[in-house]
């Protein structure tokens, strides 16, 4: 057949027409490309301490993580909108190679400056590799197969947290830093060439263009939000330029809600979102994504820190969320097949919320068993929901929106997470400076001058080797502190976890995945 397809209906016969080996062959490639942008969320984790030995900039540590995550949360729709006016196969390559370019560029960064701006790109690229590799596996898999796949690609994010940080790790110890990078190319490489060789280019055979003021609008509100969370985070929750910058991103979003209702063509089209399934798919998606990142981020601190277990055994903890995703997704696949999709999603959100709920009841006494078991418990209700969102989506509308509509799903488990990562750490953060100023009022004069400043900059004190060169008594009640700032972290994402399920017991409609589906006979 011709290696590209310029046309096609909603019958979709490029995946009539295409082998079972063709379609393997495509689909590994397409996880494999998936596993190395989810992995760049983590695995940078272990290296990150003889990274900034080697090139210095320490204020610029959290950087080189937000720098990723903010292009990768801002680039998403983009790439969705530009799959369907050019093609899944153009723009997809096009993602591959700016990620497998930013990677080479981080391994050859000479300054931490350098690094951060190196970051960025391959974030651009990771921004595009995620949803259009969904956005193929919609293509090309009719709808009984589509559930059941895309539940081994959503298993590759759990996969990602657990080997990211090993990863890292063991790549420092036998190599250098660098090629936590440079791994990345004879991958990307690869997928670049199967890619090419064996996907037809599917695009819209309507006349389109690109909405740049939108693109624009949405992006900057993006960015503007995450950065004034972040700066909340850094600077306390009363910051005067977090707050203007909060009003600026509800400026700017309102600015682009105004401007895509104007449109003829616009860059996320505003009447997706009048679809039931897809709004309150995302929007359940967005809260559950908060709970999602503050648990694989705090649970190891926790392990660590008030356990006072290995580091090891901190990593491990991450173990039994990974088993329990990878196992509920391809569970999801068929239970959504027989029942649609509101079973699935209510019984997910159920769990994520339980295992939420445990965590506020851990302390210095907790059993290390039970952490795991809370963690399989989240796994199981993760791979059971983010599953269902994807796949809900895809079918709720026709062939031409799919990459538009699956990357507003992508988009907002995305954007959840990075919101998540900056308001439960600035609750920990907030939480964690107030007791230790009221202790530090009510025993300045019995306290030497470097573990006053040791308290104050919250130096080494989340870290056994930081609290062991403080005198026991201080290092016994910080530990306390930690673990209260902790609790008020999990409770907050309790909280959330909660609105995540109100959102998908209100919103998420019943009925089975045929009569949900945009082309009932897909």
């Given at each position: 057949?011709?290696?590209?397809?310029?046309?096609?209906?909603?019958?979709?016969?490029?995946?009539?027409?295409?082998?079972?080996?063709?379609?393997?062959?495509?689909?590994?490639?397409?996880?494999?490309?998936?596993?190395?942008?989810?992995?760049?969320?983590?695995?940078?984790?272990?290296?990150?301490?003889?990274?900034?030995?080697?090139?210095?900039?320490?204020?610029?540590?959290?950087?080189?993580?937000?720098?990723?995550?903010?292009?990768?949360?801002?680039?998403?729709?983009?790439?969705?909108?530009?799959?369907?006016?050019?093609?899944?196969?153009?723009?997809?390559?096009?993602?591959?190679?700016?990620?497998?370019?930013?990677?080479?560029?981080?391994?050859?960064?000479?300054?931490?400056?350098?690094?951060?701006?190196?970051?960025?790109?391959?974030?651009?690229?990771?921004?595009?590799?995620?949803?259009?590799?969904?956005?193929?596996?919609?293509?090309?898999?009719?709808?009984?197969?589509?559930?059941?796949?895309?539940?081994?690609?959503?298993?590759?994010?759990?996969?990602?947290?657990?080997?990211?940080?090993?990863?890292?790790?063991?790549?420092?110890?036998?190599?250098s830093w660098r090629w936590i990078f440079w791994f990345n190319l004879p991958f990307g490489l690869l997928v670049i060439s199967i890619v090419a060789a064996f996907l037809a280019n599917r695009k819209s055979d309507k006349r389109l263009r690109i909405d740049i003021v939108g693109a624009l609008l949405l992006m900057l509100s993006v960015f503007t939000f995450l950065f004034a969370t972040q700066q909340m985070g850094s600077l306390?929750?009363?910051?005067?330029?977090?707050?203007?910058?909060?009003?600026?991103?509800?400026?700017?979003?309102?600015?682009?809600?105004?401007?895509?209702?104007?449109?003829?063509?616009?860059?996320l089209p505003v009447e997706l979102f009048k679809s039931r399934i897809i709004y309150s798919s995302n929007l359940t998606a967005f809260l559950t994504g908060i709970g999602m990142f503050g648990a694989i981020s705090f649970v190891p601190l926790f392990v660590q820190s008030v356990l006072g277990?290995?580091?090891?055994?901190?990593?491990?903890?991450?173990?039994?969320?990974?088993?329990?995703?990878?196992?509920?997704?391809?569970?999801?696949?068929?239970?959504?097949?027989?029942?649609?999709?509101?079973?699935?999603?209510?019984?997910?959100?159920?769990?994520?919320?339980?295992?939420?709920?445990?965590?506020?009841?851990?302390?210095?006494?907790?059993?290390?068993?039970?952490?795991?078991?809370?963690?399989?418990?989240?796994?199981?209700?993760?791979?059971?929901?983010?599953?269902?969102?994807?796949?809900?989506?895809?079918?709720?509308?026709?062939?031409?929106?799919?990459?538009?509509?699956?990357?507003?799903?992508?988009?907002?488990?995305?954007?959840?997470?990075?919101?998540?990562?900056?308001?439960?750490?600035?609750?920990?953060?907030?939480?964690?400076?107030?007791?230790?100023?009221?202790?530090?009022?009510?025993?300045?004069?019995?306290?030497?001058?470097?573990?006053?400043?040791?308290?104050?900059?919250?130096?080494?004190?989340?870290?056994?080797?930081?609290?062991?060169?403080?005198?026991?008594?201080?290092?016994?009640?910080?530990?306390?502190?930690?673990?209260?700032?902790?609790?008020?972290?999990?409770?907050?994402?309790?909280?959330?976890?909660?609105?995540?399920?109100?959102?998908?017991?209100?919103?998420?409609?019943?009925?089975?995945?045929?009569?949900?589906?945009?082309?009932?006979?897909?």
């Amino acid at each position: 057949m011709p290696s590209t397809r310029e046309n096609h209906s909603n019958t979709d016969p490029e995946r009539e027409d295409m082998n079972p080996t063709r379609r393997i062959i495509i689909t590994a490639s397409l996880m494999v490309a998936m596993f190395l942008a989810a992995v760049e969320a983590t695995i940078v984790n272990a290296a990150m301490p003889t990274v900034v030995s080697a090139l210095g900039g320490l204020s610029l540590y959290s950087w080189v993580f937000s720098a990723f995550m903010l292009a990768n949360t801002t680039t998403v729709p983009i790439y969705g909108k530009l799959a369907d006016l050019y093609g899944r196969k153009r723009v997809f390559i096009v993602a591959v190679v700016l990620f497998v370019g930013g990677s080479a560029l981080c391994g050859l960064a000479e300054s931490m400056e350098q690094l951060v701006f190196f970051r960025i790109i391959q974030g651009l690229g990771a921004g595009g590799v995620l949803p259009v590799a969904l956005t193929i596996v919609g293509d090309i898999y009719p709808f009984e197969q589509r559930a059941r796949i895309q539940g081994w690609f959503s298993s590759m994010w759990g996969l990602a947290a657990l080997v990211g940080p090993f990863v890292g790790g063991w790549t420092i110890d036998h190599f250098s830093w660098r090629w936590i990078f440079w791994f990345n190319l004879p991958f990307g490489l690869l997928v670049i060439s199967i890619v090419a060789a064996f996907l037809a280019n599917r695009k819209s055979d309507k006349r389109l263009r690109i909405d740049i003021v939108g693109a624009l609008l949405l992006m900057l509100s993006v960015f503007t939000f995450l950065f004034a969370t972040q700066q909340m985070g850094s600077l306390g929750w009363n910051a005067p330029a977090a707050w203007l910058l909060l009003i600026l991103a509800a400026l700017l979003l309102t600015a682009f809600v105004l401007w895509e209702r104007r449109e003829s063509q616009p860059f996320l089209p505003v009447e997706l979102f009048k679809s039931r399934i897809i709004y309150s798919s995302n929007l359940t998606a967005f809260l559950t994504g908060i709970g999602m990142f503050g648990a694989i981020s705090f649970v190891p601190l926790f392990v660590q820190s008030v356990l006072g277990k290995s580091a090891t055994l901190a990593g491990l903890s991450i173990t039994p969320q990974v088993l329990g995703w990878s196992t509920a997704s391809v569970v999801a696949g068929r239970w959504m097949l027989k029942s649609g999709y509101r079973p699935p999603i209510l019984a997910g959100v159920i769990l994520i919320s339980s295992a939420a709920a445990l965590f506020t009841f851990m302390d210095a006494e907790t059993p290390y068993l039970l952490v795991l078991g809370s963690m399989f418990i989240l796994g199981l209700g993760l791979g059971l929901s983010m599953t269902t969102y994807i796949v809900a989506v895809q079918n709720a509308v026709d062939a031409d929106r799919r990459g538009a509509a699956t990357s507003s799903q992508m988009f907002a488990r995305t954007l959840g997470g990075a919101v998540g990562v900056t308001i439960l750490g600035a609750v920990m953060i907030t939480r964690l400076r107030e007791q230790i100023d009221s202790f530090l009022s009510a025993r300045q004069g019995n306290l030497d001058p470097e573990t006053i400043r040791q308290l104050r900059e919250a130096q080494g004190i989340t870290h056994p080797e930081g609290l062991a060169s403080l005198p026991e008594q201080v290092a016994d009640q910080v530990s306390q502190f930690l673990s209260q700032a902790l609790d008020s972290t999990f409770f907050t994402a309790a909280a959330l976890s909660l609105l995540a399920l109100a959102s998908a017991y209100f919103l998420v409609p019943g009925g089975n995945a045929k009569s949900l589906a945009a082309d009932k006979g897909d």
